[in-house]
């Protein structure tokens, strides 16, 4: 996927979620960094980067992260869950809108 997929993706899924409240996307040739600001003071950070295909989508409160799910060459693909977001539990390939869905799954649970 090249970073214009990506975003158009991203903006899409991100559009569908009731809690997101802004969403900052910068881009600069083919790495793509953002976030969206959320209702109770979160954010969801996202960083893609086209030539090597790491993703990386995580839940922030308080400077820490409470979820996410990623893709780097080290670990593979992985989701940290909320409730031990330190760890790495393998996945299989999702895409952005089954990322969105996971993540409006996990908000759903979160006080």
């Known amino acids: ?27 600069e040739v083919f790495v793509l960094k953002g976030r969206a600001i959320l209702k109770t003071k979160r954010l969801l950070q996202i ?27 080290m670990r593979g693909r992985h989701l940290h869950p909320q409730e031990d977001p330190e760890m790495h539990h393998k996945i299989n390939k999702k895409t952005i809108e089954e990322i969105m869905k996971i993540l409006s799954e996990a908000w759903a649970t979160f006080k």
């Open 1 to 27: 996927m090249d970073i214009n997929q990506f975003l158009i993706s991203l903006l899409d899924g991100l559009s569908k979620l009731d809690f997101v409240e802004k969403v900052d996307i910068q881009t």
């Open 47 to 73: 960083y893609f980067n086209e030539l090597t295909g790491t993703t990386a989508f995580a839940l922030i409160e308080n400077d820490r992260r409470i979820w996410g799910i990623d893709y780097d060459n």
